[in-house]
């Protein structure tokens, strides 16, 4: 399976921008980049997903790299909703997704 | 937007009972669905990958006759913890993916407590 690194921790203060960021050296042309966030005790969240182009939605935008190999969740102005685990995947439509241990974003008011 | 449902989202039980959940997705038809299970401050550990109609797959490690999945229709997948023990104790989560878009959708979660 295609492997995915994030830091293990970040920290934003509330009304900020934060850029999670996302290694995926060994992307293939085929993989999807998703992104996925939980709160505790909930089941993960939908936030975006990307090829190879830029992507915005209400939640968030998500830059690619030219290159592919790393990506960047862009949250424009943190709320304390928004800490959580993000989890960066790579994966085909048609694969099962299998989640690293993601990056836990706190949010200081 | 698409919505899986799960129930119950909390259950306790004596060790030695068996537990089913449900996994639902209410609002479009899922060929595949996936189950899995998180310990506290842990990532999601994929259990198996159910398909409507056909076997799970499961992937390594998990006890297929442990953990009994069916699919039997395109809105509908259970997972059962036979004869449950205080181990299998756990965060059970059920995704299923929209046939349509390719997405995937989660549940809430279910909790199980073996006593």
């Known amino acids: 399976d295609a492997k995915t690194t994030q830091p293990n921790s970040m920290e934003s203060n509330e009304e900020e921008p934060v850029h999670l960021p996302c290694n995926h050296s060994t992307i293939s042309g085929t993989d999807y980049i998703h992104w996925y966030r939980q709160l505790p005790s909930q089941g993960p969240e939908y936030v975006i997903h990307g090829l190879t182009s830029n992507v915005n939605n209400r939640m968030a935008s998500l830059a690619i790299a030219e290159d592919r190999k790393s990506s960047t969740l862009i949250l424009h102005r943190a709320t304390l909703r928004d800490a959580a685990v993000y989890y960066c995947?790579?994966?085909?439509?048609?694969?099962?997704?299998?989640f690293g241990p993601g990056t836990s974003l706190s949010v200081i008011p | 937007g698409a919505v899986v449902s799960q129930h119950p989202s909390r259950v306790i039980c004596k060790s030695g009972t068996s537990v089913k959940i449900e996994c639902r997705s209410l609002d479009f038809q899922a060929t595949t669905m996936f189950w899995y299970r998180q310990f506290p401050k842990k990532s999601l550990m994929l259990m198996a990958t159910?398909?409507?109609?056909?076997?799970?797959?499961?992937e390594q490690g998990v006890e297929k006759d442990k953990f009994l999945i069916n699919h039997a229709s395109l809105t509908l997948s259970t997972l059962t913890v036979t004869s449950a023990h205080p181990e299998d104790s756990s965060f059970y989560i059920c995704?299923?993916?929209?046939?349509?878009?390719?997405?995937?959708?989660f549940g809430e979660g279910s909790r199980l407590t073996v006593l």
């Open positions: 995704s299923a993916r929209d046939e349509g878009s390719g997405e995937l959708f």
């Open positions: 995947i790579l994966s085909t439509f048609y694969d099962k997704v299998i």
């Open positions: 159910s398909n409507e109609g056909s076997k799970a797959t499961y």
